[in-house]
């Protein structure tokens, strides 16, 4: 494990009960939706000193940038990533851009089950003010996880609805802690449909996609009635980055081979997507800004495409309460990973499943 400066105990916590107390003093004048004011930038992330920040996918992209930015700001910042190589070459690259920073590579794959349990068993134990569930796969070809889920709804969900409930205890133990999850506006492409969970019956892989960002929704609409029920001192949100320059835009040609279609998709991102250090923001800002609600969905303010943080709009059928919490029960029965949280308004009479 690449490691670099560290530090814990009574020195984080005094700090974390500090940078507590400077987070607290903007909360109260901000007001329930958060200030997503224009112009917001990283420059305005409040002192994260004594917080832990897990970024997964934080190898490159808005996940490497989040975590830079994080880890400027004073967090400890665990990178979690599938790579050994390119997650150390990452913790490198942010202590030369960032000195004295506190950072360090952690392995974790997605599509693993057991990854998911190793990582969780390696950092439940000290609090965890901030996880960051940003890693994805998207349009990709037909595949399954080791676990034998579809790649897509196995990545971008089902790992992330496993690594969070496996760590929840150390999210509860850390102050105003935040749940972050990465979605996109191609939610709209896919509901969730209760015959084909995974979309591995009939396979169209931009729709798979959509229905796993859908899913990402559902997740946090959930996971915040969860979490108010329980009076948790946690916040579960959702972004999207707009359209990034990162390598996600081509991940999925290059891995087929195209190589024609793959230079055509870096020349359209490169012409139309904003930087990585754009797209990052919507995820800092929900990660860090006082005030952020239960159940937000930020994104870029201009169209929904590229500029400052703002709230963002979602499809309808992401709020459905019947539709989350049944696609909650069946992540948990798909997982083995249980929440130690109350279920709003339980009806132990209805017990319906996908």
Not at 29 to 45: D, E, K, N, P, V
Not at 145 to 162: I, K, M, P, S, Y
Not at 199 to 217: D, I, Q, V
Request: some cysteine.
């Amino acid at each position: 494990m690449a490691a670099g400066t560290g530090g814990n105990g009574a020195g984080e916590r005094g700090a974390a009960q500090r940078a507590t107390a400077q987070r607290g003093v903007g909360e109260r004048g901000a007001g329930r939706g958060g200030r997503t004011a224009r112009g917001w930038r990283a420059a305005l992330i409040p002192a994260q000193e004594g917080r832990t920040a897990v970024v997964t996918g934080a190898n490159s992209g808005i996940g490497y940038v989040a975590a830079r930015e994080l880890a400027r700001h004073g967090a400890h910042v665990v990178l979690a990533c599938r790579s050994e190589r390119r997650g150390a070459d990452a913790v490198a690259r942010l202590l030369s851009e960032v000195p004295g920073a506190h950072a360090e590579f952690s392995p974790l794959d997605l599509g693993d089950l057991a990854s998911v349990r190793e990582f969780a068993a390696r950092h439940v134990r000290r609090p965890v003010g901030v996880l960051l569930n940003n890693a994805g796969v998207m349009a990709t070809p037909f595949a399954r996880t080791a676990d034998g889920f579809e790649r897509q709804f196995g990545v971008n969900h089902l790992g992330h609805f496993a690594l969070t409930g496996l760590l929840l205890p150390a999210l509860l133990r850390a102050p105003d802690s935040r749940v972050v999850t990465v979605s996109s506006q191609t939610h709209v492409f896919g509901t969730i449909d209760p015959r084909d969970l995974d979309s591995a019956r009939h396979y169209r892989r931009w729709l798979a996609y959509g229905r796993s960002k859908t899913a990402n929704l559902l997740f946090t609409h959930e996971l915040a009635r969860r979490l108010e029920a329980a009076g948790a001192d946690t916040v579960a949100a959702a972004v999207h980055p707009g359209f990034a320059r990162t390598n996600l835009q081509t991940s999925a040609v290059r891995e087929e081979g195209r190589r024609f279609a793959e230079r055509l998709a870096a020349l359209g991102t490169r012409l139309v997507g904003q930087s990585a250090e754009a797209g990052a923001l919507p995820s800092l800002y929900a990660a860090t800004a006082p005030g952020v609600a239960q159940d937000s969905f930020t994104g870029p303010r201009f169209l929904m495409w590229r500029g400052a943080p703002a709230p963002s709009w979602r499809a309808p059928w992401t709020r459905d309460d019947e539709t989350a919490r049944r696609l909650w029960t069946a992540s948990e029965e798909l997982t083995g990973v249980r929440y130690a949280l109350p279920e709003p308004g339980r009806d132990a009479s209805r017990d319906a499943r996908f």
